[in-house]
Each structure stands twice: as C-alpha cells, then as structure tokens.
C-alpha cells in the first residue's frame, strides 16, 4: 500500500526558511509525480508545487514561484520542498501526495491520491 509521509514542518518568523520531506514507499515504479499541497484554517486546499520523479520535471504555483524549490531523491524515496522567504500567508497544514503519470510533466490537476497526514507550517510576523 502506498503511504506518504510528511516532516519538516514549525514555527518560523516571516523571512525565514523550512525545508519539508515527504517520503514515500510502496511506489513500484518511478512512473509518478509528488505533489505539495496546503490547506489553512477555514480555505480549501491548495497545490503548491510537484515535481516528476522520473525525468525530474517541475511546476509550481505562482504565489510561492522564486521562494520554493522542490527536488527528489529517487534513492532515498524523499522529495523535498525547500521553502525560503516563507510569509504569513503561506501558514497551513503542507501534505503530499502521489499521481501516476508516464509524462515528464505534472500540474496542479493531475489526479492525486494517496495523501499523507500533514505537517504544519506556521509562520509568524
């Protein structure tokens, strides 16, 4: 079964930086995207960035576009979203989640399932 799971998350004061994990197992092929994700207090879910893991192709949301940087280590079944320059606005509840795909392209509607627990993310002003 796959499982997703986040880390990384706490409390930075606004210009700082976090770097979340998400590692992953039980997927049988490098034929999938992960994908961040983030839903704050009382807003719907939002995609954030995702990266392919075979061929390394990225996309990211134009909110957090220049201040995140998302990268995979296939050997070690992480991705990483490395968060600099974090805001107020970007407090919420980060989750990752995989999306099969035979593309060396992912976005935010690809059909994501297997979506971990969180972690929480708090940036403070």
């Known amino acids: 079964q796959v499982q997703m799971v986040e880390s990384g998350g706490g409390l930075v004061q606004a210009g700082g930086s976090l770097s979340l994990s998400c590692t992953f197992s039980a997927l049988t092929s490098r034929d999938y995207a992960v994908g961040w994700f983030r839903q704050a207090p009382g807003k719907a879910r939002e995609w954030v960035s995702c990266i392919a893991l075979s061929g390394g192709a990225t996309a990211y949301a134009e909110p957090v576009k220049s201040r995140f940087t998302i990268s995979r280590d296939n050997a070690k079944s992480t991705v990483i979203l490395q968060m600099n320059n974090l805001k107020p606005e970007d407090t919420a509840v980060y989750y990752c989640?995989?999306?099969?795909?035979?593309?060396?392209?992912?976005?935010?509607?690809?059909?994501?399932?297997?979506y971990g627990q969180g972690t929480q993310v708090t940036v403070s002003s």
């Open positions: 989640a995989a999306v099969w795909t035979v593309r060396n392209a992912c976005g935010a509607k690809e059909p994501y399932a297997y």
